[in-house]
């Protein structure tokens, strides 16, 4: 079991940045696969970036490729999302996900998930 607190969303104008942070429970936080979804109203929610547990692989959605980072710290229990040059588009509700087994891009894959953390870019 896993539980997770995102954090770090905010109201920032087109072309700015955030960083959000994902905070984990648990004492085996390394051994699972995390991911960055977003969900914008009347949308899906869609990948954003993944990592696996050893942070050696990742995975960008193609809208956010070359903008977007994501990390983790496993001595602090924390994968980030780096976010930069900001667009409109980026607005959304930002949620953390967590599996031990499944590592891809399908939100179906991930086990547990955080709270959310409001993205708004403003033009």
């Known amino acids: 079991q896993v539980q997770l607190v995102e954090s770090g969303g905010g109201l920032v104008q087109a072309g700015g940045s955030l960083r959000l942070s994902c905070a984990a429970s648990g004492r085996t936080f390394s051994r699972y696969a995390m991911g960055w979804f977003r969900q914008a109203p009347g949308k899906e929610r869609e990948c954003v970036a993944t990592?696996?547990?050893?942070?050696?692989?990742?995975y960008y959605a193609d809208s956010v490729k070359g903008r977007f980072t994501i990390s983790r710290d496993n001595a602090k229990n924390t994968v980030y999302l780096q976010m930069n040059s900001l667009k409109p588009e980026d607005t959304a509700v930002y949620y953390c996900?967590?599996?031990?087994?499944?590592?891809?891009?399908?939100?179906?894959?991930?086990?547990?998930w955080g709270q959310g953390t409001q993205v708004t870019v403003s033009s």
């Open positions: 996900a967590a599996d031990q087994t499944y590592y891809g891009s399908s939100r179906l894959g991930y086990d547990y």
């Open positions: 990592i696996r547990w050893s942070g050696g692989t990742t």
